[in-house]
């Protein structure tokens, strides 16, 4: 059974940094690109990263977050730095066969919560 569990949200203060960690179960994560995606209350879903035979990020979090996967956990985690407002929102992380450039998901997550807040 495919499964995809986040953890690792919760209330920071700007400029502070979280780490998500998104575990996999019922597939192996080499074989698979993997996305995190976030929406926030009245806005439409972003795609926000993706790993999988490349990395990819939107512009709106270019350089302040990365992305990284642990084969042997069968993990991939988002490392978020230099966090914004703007940045609240659920985040999940989300299984995509047939790989980055394409927008199809077929496994999500829960969804975590972040909030950035002073």
């Known amino acids: 059974q495919v499964q995809l569990v986040e953890s690792g949200g919760g209330l920071v203060q700007p400029g502070g940094s979280l780490r998500l960690s998104c575990a996999a179960s019922g597939f192996r994560l080499d074989y698979y690109a993997i996305g995190w995606v976030r929406q926030a209350p009245g806005k439409e879903r972003e795609g926000v990263s993706c790993s999988g035979s490349g990395t990819y990020y939107a512009d709106s979090v270019k350089g302040r977050f990365t992305i990284s996967r642990d084969s042997a956990e069968n993990t991939v985690y988002l490392q978020m730095n230099s966090l914004k407002p703007e940045d609240t929102a659920v985040y999940y992380c989300?299984?995509?066969?047939?790989?980055?450039?394409?927008?199809?998901?077929?496994?999500w997550g829960q969804g975590t919560q972040v909030t950035v807040s002073s």
């Open positions: 989300a299984r995509k066969p047939l790989g980055c450039r394409r927008e199809e998901y077929d496994y």
